[in-house]
């Protein structure tokens, strides 16, 4: 499983966060279970392989920071939202633009231009190219209004298959 793989899989929890009464705990005791996999693979390919527990830790702690940080994530949503009410935000993107934004400030050894270009991919696949440009828009002027240069400059490296 790549890292992109791994980062969908946590907008897919983050998502479903929005919908459920479960803790983020819960939610990723639940979900990140070979069960739930074989369950979903016919379904979504996405599902077709197993994290490892590296994967799985990833997922967990973006799941979790997402959880944890979603006022503040909000907050810069509609920082840079500009003209448009967080409302009028579908809650797909906002679950892109969430797990995007926690990598970029709690993350700091993955590329903030690999989290925007993962994002702007994932949000390629349930979105609306308008809503994929605002996304991108969003994520770009988030990086370069809260992050010092020499992080916002760093350069996307592109992840090894199975971290």
């Not at 810069?76 to 967080?86: D, N, P, Q, R, V």
């Not at 190219?129 to 770009?140: A, H, M, Q, R, Y």
Request: with cysteine; hydrophobic share 45%.
């Amino acid at each position: 499983m790549t890292r992109s793989i791994a980062r969908e899989i946590a907008v897919h929890l983050s998502f479903e966060l929005g919908f459920s009464n479960l803790s983020a705990e819960e939610l990723l005791d639940r979900s990140l279970t070979r069960e739930h996999f074989e369950t979903l693979r016919e379904e979504e390919p996405l599902y077709a392989e197993f994290p490892n527990e590296k994967q799985r830790q990833y997922i967990s702690a973006l799941v979790k920071g997402v959880c944890s940080h979603g006022p503040e994530l909000d907050s810069y949503i509609s920082k840079y939202a500009i003209g448009w009410a967080f409302s009028r935000i579908s809650r797909m993107a906002a679950a892109v633009m969430r797990v995007a934004m926690y990598e970029i400030l709690y993350m700091p050894d993955i590329p903030a231009a690999a989290a925007i270009n993962d994002a702007v991919e994932i949000a390629k696949h349930y979105e609306a190219p308008e809503t994929v440009s605002f996304i991108n828009g969003i994520l770009g002027a988030f990086m370069r209004g809260e992050l010092p240069p020499e992080r916002a400059n760093q350069p996307a490296a592109p992840a090894a298959d199975g971290e």
